[in-house]
């Protein structure tokens, strides 16, 4: 079946030093989303890709969508203890009616 | 507005006792979705509603869990004869359109129901 795939699982950095998470598919996407879960929240929409090559900046937040649509990135430039909780990506499954999720990146910051 | 709201937020149960989840979505959105989160886990589909037509249940896990909605209402998850596997955080979401592969919709999502079968 469909699958997307994040790596790595977990990130710990010093606070200021860059983060970078990988999202991969088993097939073709549509389109990608990103999703950002702080600890003991749920996950709360961040953005979504439609566009080969799409990259889309949210301040420190950069976002892009591969060219064959199977993979995409999120970094974060500077990280900051603001920055802390699980960052997941989801594509949509073929059928078009559910956000297929990774198991997600967990990003811890020391100051 | 107000968003997705799930009860309760808590729920221990014994292992074989039924359970009934519920989720009330966003107003006016059409479409609602359950997944499940084990712990230090991803999110799992479980199912999802569009308006009347027949749901997608192709990520119920088992003949165990079942849900129902009605219209763009409320929804409950029940989950028969508890396991301890089933203990997990079960989140509803919801969005506005039918999401048919196109560009998609955002998804909203609840809280969230703690459930925790001893």
């Known amino acids: 079946g469909q699958q997307v795939m994040q790596i790595p699982q977990y990130q710990h950095v010093q606070e200021g030093e860059d983060f970078t998470t990988y999202c991969n598919s088993s097939t073709t996407l549509s389109n990608i989303q990103w999703y950002k879960q702080r600890p003991g929240g749920h996950p709360v929409f961040l953005i979504q890709l439609v566009k080969s090559g799409e990259v889309k900046k949210q301040k420190r937040l950069t976002f892009q969508f591969g060219e064959a649509k199977k993979n995409s990135s999120l970094h974060i430039t500077a990280t900051q203890t603001t920055d802390v909780g699980t960052y997941f990506c989801?594509?949509?499954?073929?059928?078009?009616?559910?956000?297929?999720f990774g198991k997600g990146t967990t990003l811890s910051v020391s100051s | 507005g107000a968003g997705v709201s799930q009860s309760p937020s808590n729920k221990v149960t014994e292992k074989g006792k039924d359970v009934e989840l519920r989720c009330d979505p966003i107003s006016g959105h059409t479409a609602l979705y359950w997944y499940r989160q084990r712990l230090g886990q991803g999110l799992e589909f479980l199912i999802y509603f569009q308006g009347n037509s027949a749901p997608d249940k192709s990520g119920l896990p088992s003949d165990r869990f079942s849900a129902e909605r009605t219209g763009e209402s409320v929804s409950t998850l029940t989950i028969q004869r508890t396991q301890q596997e089933d203990s997990a955080v079960y989140l509803c979401?919801?969005?506005?359109?039918?999401?048919?592969?196109?560009?998609?919709?955002?998804?909203?999502f609840g809280p969230g129901t703690r459930l925790l079968v001893l």
């Open positions: 989801a594509g949509f499954n073929r059928l078009g009616t559910a956000l297929i």
């Open positions: 979401a919801s969005s506005s359109t039918y999401l048919a592969g196109g560009p998609g919709e955002t998804q909203y």
